[in-house]
């Protein structure tokens, strides 16, 4: 099994709602990543676990929260987001860190009105 | 800016032609890596090419790093419609930090 599955693969929330995007991997990757990416441009890097510990933050605002409950699982906690916040996140998974290849998930596209 | 960049932006080639883009860096790096995007869905790892590596293939494409000039192509010969997508160079910087470049979106006229 070579999929990394990402769920929803569409949300649309307000402002004020809570959401939570669910990643799940079974390769037996220990490392997982979370990035957005708007259109037309790069995924940027949002999020790295390794072991299941929090690696790199990049800065992110705390309207977004990750968390990896084991090391199959993934999610990232959504609240209070912004118009701005719209676009497509992806999740991925890797053996190791960089120099090994990552698994991408078809992503959720997320619209915030 | 780390960020790689990519020309050409947009590339559109007729099937069966070659299709050639350049990704160049500023930054060092350990390996460098191609990926494909199709329509807005999740990136499919193509090929990987060590810092100590020159040139490398796998199937339709060929990969070439010349590291003294921070730069990186990707070849891919005898074109398909279903090559039709986005291709992203991706710098790995060390640990688990994989920055992208701006990407070449690619169509190929059937």
């Known amino acids: 099994d070579t999929e990394v599955t990402q769920t929803p693969k569409h949300l649309v929330m307000g402002m004020t709602n809570k959401k939570s995007l669910k990643c799940e991997q079974h390769m037996g990757h220990r490392a997982m990543y979370w990035y957005k990416q708007k259109a037309k441009k790069p995924p940027e890097l949002m999020f790295v676990?390794?072991?299941?510990?929090?690696?790199i933050n990049e800065s992110v605002p705390s309207r977004f929260s990750p968390e990896c409950p084991n090391s199959s699982l993934l999610n990232l906690h959504l609240h209070a987001l912004q118009p701005e916040d719209s676009a497509l996140y992806l999740c991925?998974?890797?053996?190791?860190?960089?120099?090994?290849?990552?698994?991408f998930g078809q992503g959720t596209r997320l619209t915030v009105v | 800016s780390q960020q790689g960049e990519e020309d050409p932006q947009a590339l559109s080639i007729q099937e069966g032609e070659n299709a050639t883009m350049n990704c160049s860096y500023k930054t060092s790096i350990n390996n460098l890596q191609w990926y494909r995007q199709n329509s807005g869905r999740g990136l499919v790892h193509l090929i990987l090419?060590?810092?100590?590596?020159r040139e490398k293939h796998s199937g339709r494409l060929r990969v070439t790093l010349d590291t003294s000039k921070k730069s990186s192509s990707l070849l891919i010969t005898a074109s398909r419609a279903a090559d039709t997508a986005s291709y992203f160079c991706a710098l790995d910087t060390g640990g688990f930090k994989t920055i992208f470049g701006a990407g070449t979106r690619l169509f190929v006229k059937a």
């Open positions: 090419i060590r810092s100590n590596e």
């Open positions: 991925a998974s890797s053996q190791e860190g960089t120099g090994t290849e990552a698994f």
């Open positions: 676990y390794s072991y299941e510990k929090l690696s």
